[in-house]
């Protein structure tokens, strides 16, 4: 019924779409019956804006996975199956992360101690769990993430790099 493309867009933005639904639905039960529903459409409006900020963060991520290989993020590792390469990085062993806008597409450059540089398409299927991945990272800001995605430069951008003072103080625990 629907068309491929607009299913993919609103699938994109299935975040905000949910966010807006609550928000609305907050705003109506305050507009409704006096009272009675004032704590929970309080609470509906303040997810619902939470929800659609924190939809319009993954929707900017989100790519159509056309692109060459698969990523799978499972218990802090990611792992990216290539027609050419592949590998895995932990992300609690992760020393930086950067986007190389060299190549086309551009690609994610996951830096792990002792391994080759595991790089991953931004097309890549499944490269949208990635962000979530990414946002477990100590001190990364998305912010920085997103602008850096949006407009890729010629160049390899450093996203996020681990402090090694901290890194090298939390093995000894």
Sequence with gaps: MIRPEARETLWRWREVLAGMAAALLGLWWLAGPGRLLVLPAIALLVAGAALIWIGVQRARFRTVGAGPGSVDVDEGQVTYFGPLTGGTVA???????ALDGTVFPAHWRLEQPGQP???????AEGAD?????????????????LRALEHPANDQIVIWQRDVAISAQGSVH
């Design 91 to 97: 992300l609690r062993e992760m020393r930086r992360l």
């Design 129 to 145: 769990m990635l962000f979530d991945a990414f946002a477990t990272l100590p001190g990364l800001r998305t912010a920085q993430l």
């Design 117 to 123: 540089a595991l790089m991953i398409p931004v097309n």
